[in-house]
């Protein structure tokens, strides 16, 4: 009998419509995690995959991080009945003398940031956590967190994690040095650019750590500390202003936008809706909010994130380690349980009332100057084309692997996410989906890593980069709904070979497959999507290319139309359009009405006339 593997997914099956289907959601991902704990109930361990931090963070990491979920179930009357498990396991972590102690740290690391869920689960349930302690457990606790506050915490969104430590001791009456937290406050507020945006630290990068962090934690202090109102007010307004933005990273299905790193946290992208709710801010209406958040949550449970003992994987939409962080333990994908937020609500909250409203997404094309994007709705999809990121000039990588195709590619999308690359030295069978690659050897390659400079006029995008210090790339992008165009200006002095990509999508086993490779063109159909990509300036080759197995980050086979074609030494214009869409009369009608070629001239006079810097680029 063949298994299915979406049906070790917890979420399998779940209507997730009401506040009892979330419950049992949580309680379904939370059950086999269970058995995973260890005799003193302070670490859980999932697998023998290893992360930059030793085995001992990780651990606390497995035993923290469904604090996110589970302090909010209780706190609203909610039932877990392993609070016992979780209060000895705070005791022997935070105790030196036991054999499961979490460790002593002495810099910047990661305890520091699953202290976090320790504070806010203090906060939220002093009575279940903190008072039923022993009092030499109280004084061991206190005494592990107020050392960690004392260390400098990366200067990034683990601020915040400071300040959730300090609410957690400050509800259990333990008194330690609040200027701390106040530096920490105003630190963070020097993140903030505009219109609900946050950059996080001094990096080029505005992905969906502004959601899920930025907003996440602010929303968190503004509703647990009542007597900052000043604060609680600013935290507010900036979410309100992200949530008008961020909903055109959402497709009418739930899906979002797969773009930047650190997506192995998965539905962790819902807890900007759920934090709304928290926070009780109706950025958007009710019903609109909890729509993106049911909706959000039902799109995970179509997925095979699960391994066969129900414990979530690391991946995406299904396991892949090719995808992960360095920073990613098997226990790191529990971050998803921050959606489970609006479990602390009361049944009667209007989150929980409203009738849940169907997403509609913009016709016309959403610029949004920050990130650098603009973004496309096509039908259960929703595209980004993107110029704004920046990875180079001496910034902090993150300890991103593939970061060019996490925040460099032309284009991303919610249906069929993006592919990254496992060989640079392997031009041939790279799937370059939204990039344009450069080889000249035939072996390795060069992609688009980061901008020099990057704009936005209007509708459009435009960047300057360089694969070499020799070779210099222009690349206008313009939105052709449902096809965009790209256009590209290669300088070289030497000559080169180039292949584009279009966007991946799946293919599974026995599944009728039809390409058409011709020159100036090639498409890809399966029985669910068509993709196709079409040179509108040239003469290259199409392919289209069986992707290597797991690159893809929703789907573990795809395919990939692409354009191939030499470039001569000089000046060269590459023009390109590419789409894909669920097959049905759509796109039909998309294939019979190719774009034309933009005028580059018009281009080139609308960013003189029109151009402004996008946000995410400006960091000194």
Same mark, same amino acid.
């Given at each position: 009998?063949?298994?299915?593997?979406?049906?070790?997914?917890?979420?399998?099956?779940?209507?997730?419509?009401?506040?009892?289907?979330?419950?049992?959601?949580?309680?379904?991902?939370?059950?086999?995690?269970?058995?995973?704990?260890?005799?003193?109930?302070?670490?859980?361990?999932?697998?023998?995959?290893?992360?930059?931090?030793?085995?001992?963070?990780?651990?606390?990491?497995?035993?923290?991080?469904?604090?996110?979920?589970?302090?909010?179930?209780?706190?609203?009357?909610?039932?877990?009945?392993?609070?016992?498990?979780?209060?000895?396991?705070?005791?022997?972590?935070?105790?030196?003398?036991?054999?499961?102690?979490?460790?002593?740290?002495?810099?910047?690391?990661?305890?520091?940031?699953? /202290?976090?869920?320790?504070?806010?689960?203090?906060?939220?349930?002093?009575?279940?956590?903190?008072?039923?302690?022993?009092?030499?457990?109280?004084?061991?606790?206190?005494?592990?967190?107020?050392?960690?506050?004392? /260390?400098?915490?990366?200067?990034?969104?683990?601020?915040?994690?400071?300040?959730?430590?300090?609410?957690?001791?400050?509800?259990?009456?333990?008194?330690?040095?609040?200027?701390?937290?106040?530096?920490?406050?105003?630190?963070?507020?020097?993140?903030?650019?505009?219109?609900?945006?946050?950059?996080?630290?001094?990096?080029?990068?505005?992905?969906?750590?502004?959601?899920?962090?930025?907003?996440?934690?602010?929303?968190?202090?503004?509703?647990?500390?009542?007597?900052?109102?000043?604060?609680?007010?600013?935290?507010?307004?900036?979410?309100?202003?992200?949530?008008?933005?961020?909903?055109?990273?959402?497709?009418?299905?739930?899906?979002?936008?797969?773009?930047?790193?650190?997506?192995?946290?998965?539905?962790?992208?819902?807890?900007?809706? #759920?934090?709304?709710?928290?926070?009780?801010?109706?950025?958007?209406?009710?019903?609109?909010?909890?729509?993106?958040?049911?909706?959000?949550?039902?799109?995970?449970?179509?997925?095979?994130?699960?391994?066969?003992?129900?414990?979530?994987?690391?991946?995406?939409?299904?396991?892949?380690?090719?995808?992960?962080?360095?920073?990613?333990?098997?226990?790191?994908?529990?971050?998803?349980?921050?959606?489970?937020?609006?479990? #602390?609500?009361?049944?009667?909250?209007?989150?929980?009332?409203?009738?849940?409203?169907?997403?509609?997404?913009?016709?016309?094309?959403?610029?949004?100057?920050?990130?650098?994007?603009?973004?496309?709705?096509?039908?259960?999809?929703?595209?980004?084309?993107?110029?704004?990121?920046?990875?180079?000039?001496?910034?902090?990588?993150?300890?991103?692997?593939?970061?060019?195709?996490?925040?460099?590619?032309?284009?991303?999308?919610?249906?069929?996410?993006?592919?990254?690359?496992?060989?640079?030295?392997?031009?041939?069978?790279? #799937?370059?989906?939204?990039?344009? #690659?450069?080889?000249?050897?035939?072996?390795?390659?060069?992609?688009?890593?980061?901008?020099?400079?990057?704009?936005?006029?209007?509708?459009?995008?435009?960047?300057?980069?360089?694969?070499?210090?020799?070779?210099?790339?222009?690349?206008? /992008?313009?939105?052709?709904?449902?096809?965009?165009?790209?256009?590209?200006?290669?300088?070289?002095?030497?000559?080169?070979?180039?292949?584009?990509?279009?966007?991946?999508?799946?293919?599974?086993?026995?599944?009728?497959?039809?390409?058409?490779?011709?020159?100036?063109?090639?498409?890809?159909?399966?029985?669910?999507?068509?993709?196709?990509?079409?040179?509108?300036?040239?003469?290259?080759?199409?392919?289209?290319?069986?992707?290597?197995?797991?690159?893809?980050?929703?789907?573990?086979?795809?395919?990939?139309?692409?354009?191939?074609?030499?470039?001569?030494?000089?000046?060269?214009?590459?023009?390109?359009?590419?789409?894909?869409?669920?097959?049905?009369?759509?796109?039909?009608?998309?294939?019979?009405?190719?774009?034309?070629?933009?005028? /580059?001239?018009?281009?080139?006079?609308?960013?003189?006339?029109?151009?402004?810097?996008?946000?995410?680029?400006?960091?000194?």
């Amino acid at each position: 009998m063949t298994i299915d593997p979406v049906r070790a997914n917890p979420l399998h099956g779940n209507p997730l419509q009401t506040r009892a289907d979330i419950e049992r959601a949580l309680n379904g991902l939370m059950t086999p995690l269970l058995g995973h704990f260890s005799p003193g109930n302070a670490r859980v361990r999932l697998d023998a995959a290893g992360a930059h931090f030793d085995r001992a963070a990780a651990d606390l990491e497995g035993f923290a991080r469904p604090l996110w979920g589970l302090a909010p179930l209780t706190a609203g009357g909610g039932n877990f009945d392993h609070w016992e498990m979780y209060r000895q396991g705070l005791a022997n972590g935070s105790d030196p003398a036991h054999p499961e102690y979490w460790g002593t740290f002495s810099g910047t690391d990661q305890r520091m940031v699953e /202290l976090a869920a320790i504070g806010f689960t203090m906060r939220l349930l002093p009575g279940v956590v903190w008072d039923p302690l022993p009092q030499q457990a109280k004084d061991n606790l206190a005494a592990y967190l107020k050392h960690a506050r004392q /260390l400098e915490y990366s200067d990034s969104n683990w601020k915040f994690f400071r300040i959730l430590v300090d609410l957690g001791l400050e509800e259990c009456g333990v008194a330690f040095d609040w200027s701390l937290t106040e530096q920490y406050l105003d630190q963070l507020d020097a993140f903030y650019i505009a219109d609900g945006w946050y950059r996080d630290g001094q990096s080029r990068q505005l992905d969906h750590y502004v959601g899920f962090a930025m907003h996440f934690y602010g929303l968190l202090y503004a509703t647990l500390k009542k007597d900052d109102q000043k604060r609680a007010a600013a935290y507010r307004e900036r979410a309100a202003l992200f949530a008008q933005q961020i909903k055109h990273w959402y497709d009418d299905n739930g899906g979002t936008l797969a773009f930047g790193r650190s997506l192995t946290y998965r539905f962790a992208c819902g807890g900007i809706w #759920a934090a709304l709710a928290f926070a009780n801010v109706e950025a958007l209406p009710w019903g609109e909010i909890k729509g993106h958040y049911l909706r959000h949550l039902r799109w995970w449970a179509q997925k095979p994130i699960a391994n066969r003992d129900g414990i979530l994987s690391v991946g995406y939409g299904y396991p892949n380690l090719l995808m992960s962080e360095s920073y990613n333990s098997a226990a790191s994908p529990y971050w998803a349980f921050k959606a489970f937020l609006p479990l #602390a609500l009361a049944p009667d909250h209007p989150f929980w009332t409203a009738d849940e409203i169907e997403h509609v997404g913009a016709p016309h094309p959403v610029p949004l100057p920050h990130p650098g994007m603009v973004m496309i709705k096509t039908p259960g999809n929703v595209v980004a084309l993107s110029s704004g990121q920046q990875l180079g000039s001496g910034l902090k990588r993150w300890h991103l692997r593939q970061s060019s195709e996490k925040y460099c590619k032309f284009v991303y999308s919610s249906r069929y996410g993006f592919s990254v690359e496992v060989d640079d030295r392997d031009y041939d069978h790279a #799937a370059f989906d939204g990039m344009l #690659a450069f080889s000249d050897d035939g072996s390795r390659f060069r992609v688009r890593e980061g901008n020099e400079q990057a704009q936005i006029a209007g509708n459009c995008l435009y960047s300057r980069w360089q694969p070499w210090k020799d070779v210099v790339v222009e690349t206008w /992008l313009v939105p052709a709904n449902p096809w965009h165009i790209r256009v590209h200006r290669v300088s070289t002095p030497r000559p080169l070979h180039s292949t584009e990509g279009g966007f991946a999508i799946a293919i599974s086993d026995f599944d009728p497959v039809a390409t058409t490779d011709h020159t100036r063109r090639a498409i890809a159909s399966t029985t669910t999507d068509i993709s196709a990509i079409v040179d509108l300036g040239g003469l290259r080759k199409g392919r289209t290319l069986r992707a290597l197995p797991n690159t893809n980050l929703i789907a573990a086979k795809t395919l990939v139309p692409q354009l191939r074609g030499e470039i001569d030494a000089g000046t060269t214009i590459l023009v390109t359009t590419a789409m894909a869409m669920p097959v049905g009369s759509a796109a039909e009608n998309a294939m019979g009405q190719v774009p034309p070629a933009p005028d /580059l001239a018009a281009l080139e006079q609308l960013f003189a006339n029109e151009g402004v810097d996008v946000s995410a680029m400006q960091v000194s």
